[in-house]
């Protein structure tokens, strides 16, 4: 079975540059999950996803921040502008069962973002 | 506020040494308890869960984890460490529903060989 992937796995640009974050969740999963990784820390969610509508947004900076889920499988996240402190790992995370369920999480390697 | 607290940032062991990781949480209600783990260049995956029954819990790669209700704790424990558990370990909270799970801040252990 196929993993969580995302893409890509690095990205380094300039503060002010827009740039985009892309994650295919494991085949089934309705539940799509971003999360914040700053260095030293835990996984902190930006954005939960149930099919296509945005569940749980209320930790994403709307300001630059927006996410999308067209179709309910795939989803973008997008920083526009980025900030040097958006610098993080952005996580992709899928579950079986959000909703009614443990929700158990399957996570994809992370997307490791350096704004200069 | 729902938080989970993990009293070390850092272990180091020698191998065969045991192993405890401590775990607090403060949520409200029921709640499913995780420790997922992250080797050196790899994703974030599951050791092991609790979401109802035997507060004991038993993961991959022989750890285990108690779920201890009064102290609100899920401390994570392995009798014999090996050089490859080198990882860092998170525990998480989630309640009914497992809409959204909180994360601690992760312990570093490095195991010596």
């Known amino acids: 079975e196929a993993g969580v992937v995302q893409s890509p796995r690095y990205k380094i640009i300039e503060k002010k540059q827009p740039v985009a974050f892309w994650c295919n969740p494991i085949?089934?999963?309705?539940?799509l999950y971003w999360y914040l990784q700053n260095l030293g820390q835990g996984p902190e969610l930006l954005i939960r996803?149930?099919?296509?509508?945005?569940?749980?947004d209320s930790q994403l900076p709307k300001d630059r921040f927006s996410a999308e889920r067209l179709k309910g499988v795939d989803s973008t996240l997008k920083i526009q502008p980025a900030e040097l402190g958006d610098s993080a790992v952005y996580l992709c995370?899928?579950?079986?069962?959000?909703?009614?369920?443990?929700?158990?999480?399957?996570f994809g390697e992370g997307s490791r973002l350096t704004v200069l | 506020a729902q938080s989970v607290s993990q009293h070390n940032h850092h272990v180091i062991l020698s191998e065969a040494a045991s192993l405890e990781l401590g775990c607090n949480y403060s949520y409200g209600g029921t709640v499913n308890l995780f420790w997922y783990v992250q080797y050196p260049g790899q994703h974030l995956q599951l050791l092991l869960k609790y979401f109802s029954g035997d507060p004991l819990v038993k993961g991959i790669k022989g750890f285990e984890a108690e779920f201890i209700k009064s102290k609100f704790s899920f401390n994570l424990r392995k009798p014999s460490v090996q050089w490859s558990d080198t990882a860092e370990y998170f525990c998480?909270?989630?309640?009914?529903?497992?809409?959204?799970?909180?994360f601690g801040a992760g312990t570093r252990l490095f195991v010596k060989a």
């Open positions: 085949s089934g999963h309705n539940t």
């Open positions: 998480a909270v989630n309640g009914p529903g497992g809409f959204k799970t909180i």
């Open positions: 996803y149930e099919n296509e509508e945005a569940v749980d």
């Open positions: 995370a899928s579950s079986l069962d959000g909703t009614g369920g443990t929700g158990e999480l399957f």
